[in-house]
């Protein structure tokens, strides 16, 4: 009969026994190897509780508690060091100077882990993983193998700073949720008179990972059972308890619900992962990134969160335009606050083009900053008007000898002229194409120009001269919307009949011809204005959305309100 040796696989002096040893070594080997993988450790003191985000229960040393009145919350473990990188708040806050860190204590977490994976038990007097002759054989050679170690080294526990932050309703109505440093003595405090009850808000162990560091032990062996069990496995605990407490809450608001899911979404951001937006309604995509970006501003992180908003709304295009010309402060808003330029270049050309309209409003919602860049916008466009006012009243006709049309050497020449003029001060007077009629006297016909309206009223004006020209059997109806849309064939039929003597079929038609070339020249003219920096124009064509006002201001690098803010 073979004796002890060859069971536990220790090979003999002879050839034969450590041979039939071997085997049975690597049978047993094999036996055990298959029968511990093939176990679950959930639940047991060899389970390693997991390192990625929301919970980073092995590197993270910021503790974050997001809890509403209905007792619902989300718990976070993240990391100091990013998200200094990524809110101002937090920078200032685990600063040295405003700071209240923890000191706890924390056990290397490779040798217990490296004892979870290969079956062994992690602390020193555990049970055994596996529960075999082999495992106690292994467990008396460390023990043997720790009694020669110096007692330091078998108690190496390192100091580590810790955060711990809670929402804070404050004590007002008008007061804002905002997450407070607070002590985790403190938290067990006071958890019991907030609403909601629950599991977590049990009062937590002293010696736990936010906590003071655990108290000095008769020997090494329980401080460092006491540091493993309770700082490497307490995130893992806690959201156990708060998943099996959460069915019996009440459930959350909507108000609460959207706190919730902006708080989730502002760190998910922080760590790279897309945030949870609606993909699908435009419309409540815009409240929830318009929410997330206020929390964001709040935190004073605008500069990770805002190009996470700007390119989750650019994927709704062409919708996207529409929405911003309906509701272009609400988005030139949003799109100052997510730093996009697309955003806030269509939405500043909309307010620049209907200035004076939403004034009031523009500056209770924008800063200053913004405020001046839509004036200097306006004077520049309003400018630019002035001068192709001016140019359009300078139009005039020559004879076949190069001279000016005068009432003298061609007055029917003249009267197309002068019936160009008319319209177009009517058009700058009420911003809208007249129904037609005409003067009968010339000294009716003022030649000077007059003030320059509004631009809101003004825009459709020079649409209509600087659109697509109709020939002479074109629009003839008088009342379109391109360049033959004014002046047509029965306005200037109408006009001609109110001198009976000149009213021909000759004169009609050399009166048409001669109405078109002034069109001709006005649409040059107001070539400047008719350009459009809108998205919306571009991919609908000019004029999309019955858009009645000028497009054309030009927003650069320079005039973000951002890039010199910063």
């Not at 002293?206 to 460092?224: D, E, I, K, T, V």
């Not at 490497?232 to 099996?244: E, G, H, I, P, Q």
């Not at 004036?375 to 140019?391: C, F, N, P």
């Not at 194409?433 to 825009?459: D, E, R």
Request: glycine share 10%.
């Amino acid at each position: 009969m073979r004796g002890s040796a060859s069971v536990v696989g220790i090979s003999s002096s002879g050839g034969g026994g450590g041979g039939g040893g071997g085997r049975v070594t690597s049978a047993l080997h094999g036996s055990s190897r298959s029968r511990r993988y093939n176990r679950s450790h959930a639940g047991g003191t060899s389970f390693v509780p997991q390192n990625e985000f929301p919970i980073f229960s092995h590197t993270g040393d910021v503790e974050i508690v997001v809890r509403v009145p209905s007792g619902h919350e989300n718990r976070y473990l993240l990391h100091r060091h990013i998200l200094t990188r990524c809110s101002g708040f937090f920078e200032a806050s685990t600063s040295n100077e405003w700071s209240r860190p923890h000191q706890a204590a924390e056990s290397p977490a490779s040798p217990a882990t490296a004892g979870a994976i290969e079956g062994r038990p992690a602390v020193e007097g555990a049970p055994a993983a596996t529960g075999g002759e082999l495992a106690r054989v292994g467990e008396r050679a460390r023990s043997s193998s720790d009694a020669a170690r110096p007692p330091d080294a078998m108690a190496l526990v390192q100091s580590k700073k810790r955060w711990r932050y809670e929402l804070d309703y404050g004590s007002g109505d008008n007061d804002v949720p905002m997450l407070v440093q607070k002590d985790e003595h403190s938290n067990s405090n006071n958890s019991s008179s907030t609403g909601g009850g629950g599991a977590s808000h049990q009062p937590l162990p002293s010696n736990s990972l936010f906590g003071g560091p655990p108290p000095a032990s008769s020997s090494r062996h329980s401080h460092h059972k006491s540091s493993v069990s309770h700082s490497f496995f307490r995130s893992v605990a806690n959201l156990s308890l708060s998943a099996s407490h959460s069915s019996t809450l009440p459930p959350p608001t909507p108000e609460e619900q959207d706190l919730l899911r902006d708080y989730d979404n502002l760190f998910r951001i922080f760590y790279n992962y897309p945030p949870c937006l609606d993909a699908v309604n435009i419309a409540d995509s815009y409240v929830q990134c318009k929410t997330l970006l206020h929390l964001a501003d709040q935190y004073d992180a605008l500069a990770v969160v805002g190009p996470r908003v700007d390119h989750h709304l650019l994927q709704f295009q062409s919708r996207l335009w529409k929405q911003i010309a309906k509701y272009p402060i609400s988005y030139l808003r949003l799109g100052y606050l997510a730093r996009s330029k697309i955003i806030f270049q269509e939405a500043l050309i909309h307010v620049v083009g209907q200035w004076p309209a939403g004034e009031r409003s523009i500056r209770a919602a924008l800063p200053e900053s913004v405020v001046d860049l839509i004036e200097d916008k306006v004077d520049e466009l309003e400018e630019t008007v002035s001068r192709v006012e001016a140019r359009l009243f300078r139009l005039t006709l020559t004879t076949r000898t190069g001279e000016r049309v005068t009432p003298a050497n061609s007055y029917l020449d003249w009267l197309a002229r002068q019936q160009r003029k008319r319209r177009q001060r009517r058009q700058r007077a009420d911003g809208a194409p007249p129904g037609g009629g005409g003067a009968t006297a010339a000294a009716n016909l003022a030649l000077t120009p007059a003030p320059v309206p509004s631009l809101a009223s003004i825009g459709r004006t020079y649409r209509l001269l600087g659109g697509t020209a109709s020939s002479g059997g074109g629009d003839r109806s008088g009342s379109g919307s391109g360049g033959g849309g004014y002046l047509g064939h029965d306005e200037c039929k109408r006009f001609l009949k109110l001198t009976p003597e000149l009213y021909t079929r000759d004169n009609l038609r050399r009166f048409e011809k001669r109405v078109e070339e002034l069109k001709a020249m006005a649409r040059e003219v107001v070539r400047p204005l008719m350009g459009s920096g809108l998205e919306l124009e571009m991919v609908h064509g000019f004029g999309a959305g019955g858009i009645g006002y000028l497009t054309c201001t030009k927003v650069g690098e320079r005039d973000l309100p951002w890039a010199y803010e910063s």
